[in-house]
């Protein structure tokens, strides 16, 4: 009755920004995202530890804020007259900061919970409870380049390339530390509601995914940094149209946006992706991820820097 997962989050190239169903949580856009290797969630579920509510202790915290997602994401899986779940998890990356904190835990959360109740559930069905709760999880499932399609009736999600078949490196650039104003969720629906760009986003988000896959497959580093830059600006733009307008960037996010492009000048194999936070992902290829290290590193305002390389996807690391 009790299991533990590790989860990493992953970082879209091709964004995911809208919701097609509030409800079900389901996406407007298929995405398409990589898994990283050295950020990790990881997350206890203990079905029989609680007193007489869920619990949830986050980094030695308890945390009532991300509880009713929480909650709603075990009664997905176990139904809603299960018993109190006593849920611990450590995080080595900032929460709620850009960062996808939130699609490490929920993709833990349904690989422990389907240990722990011995509910036997295949992969993309956890993907599928992991997306309910909050659309990017459904990826960290899987490894290496993912690829998230959305049908009439629900998500679809696989593995494009593996993690190790195309290595890459991505070096976060932390610009600021502390929570995000306003969530993904909440920002995704004034998006919706406001930007005149908005349609033409969601109308334009079949071309990216193509080239990005194709890119993918090609191991077409121009291709696939192109591909990921524009989505990521397009995506911004659609927040900066919205009223108020959504802005998560900070100067520290533009001077770095202003490395890689001196970088790319320089003939450097490299590209941005910026989320909903102001940290800024640096892509490249391994052999110079040294130099990109330290040249993101010594970027006017980056706070800190993490690197990693490209992940599995969530699974069960112990029964305690
Ligand atoms: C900018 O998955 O956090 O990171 O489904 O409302 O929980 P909810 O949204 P969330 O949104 C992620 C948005 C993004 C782009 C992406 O990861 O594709």
């Given at each position: 009755m009790r299991a533990t997962a590790i989860a990493q989050p992953n970082i879209a190239l091709v964004k995911y920004w809208g919701k097609a169903d509030i409800l079900r949580n389901l996406p407007a856009v298929g995405s398409l995202s990589i898994t990283l290797d050295a950020l990790t969630t990881t997350m206890t579920v203990d079905?029989?530890?609680?007193?007489?509510a869920d619990e949830l202790i986050l980094n030695g915290q308890i945390n009532h804020k991300i509880m009713p997602r929480v909650s709603a994401c075990l009664d997905r899986l176990l139904g809603k007259n299960r018993g109190p779940a006593a849920i611990r998890s450590e995080c080595n990356f900032p929460i709620?900061?850009?960062?996808?904190s939130s699609a490490a835990a929920f993709a833990a959360l349904v690989v422990a919970t389907n240990a722990a109740a011995d509910l036997s559930l295949d992969k993309l069905s956890l993907a599928r409870a992991a997306g309910a709760a909050s659309?990017?999880?459904?990826?960290?499932?899987?490894?290496g380049f993912v690829e998230l399609s959305v049908t009439p009736e629900d998500i679809a999600v696989e593995?494009?390339?593996?993690?190790?078949?195309w290595p890459l490196d991505v070096i976060v650039a932390v610009n600021a530390h502390g929570p995000?104003?306003?969530?993904s969720g909440e920002a995704m629906q004034l998006s919706a509601q406001t930007s005149p760009f908005y349609d033409r986003w969601v109308k334009s988000q079949d071309v990216d995914l193509a080239a990005a896959r194709t890119a993918v497959l090609e191991r077409d580093f121009s291709k696939l940094a192109e591909v990921s830059e524009h989505s990521c600006l397009k995506m911004h733009s659609v927040m900066w149209g919205s009223r108020p307008p959504v802005v998560y960037w900070n100067a520290a996010t533009i001077a770095c946006m202003e490395s890689v492009r001196q970088m790319q000048c320089d003939g450097l194999d490299v590209f941005f992706t910026v989320d909903a936070g102001p940290q800024v992902k640096v892509i490249c290829l391994p052999e110079i991820a040294d130099e990109v290290h330290s040249i993101v590193r010594g970027?006017?305002?980056?706070l800190s820097t993490m690197r990693t390389a490209l992940g599995q996807g969530a699974r069960v690391v112990g029964d305690g």
């Open positions: 079905l029989q530890g609680a007193g007489r709620a900061a850009g960062l996808a659309g990017s999880a459904a990826r960290s499932l899987y490894g593995s494009v390339v593996e993690e190790n078949a995000k104003a306003m969530s970027t006017d305002g980056v």
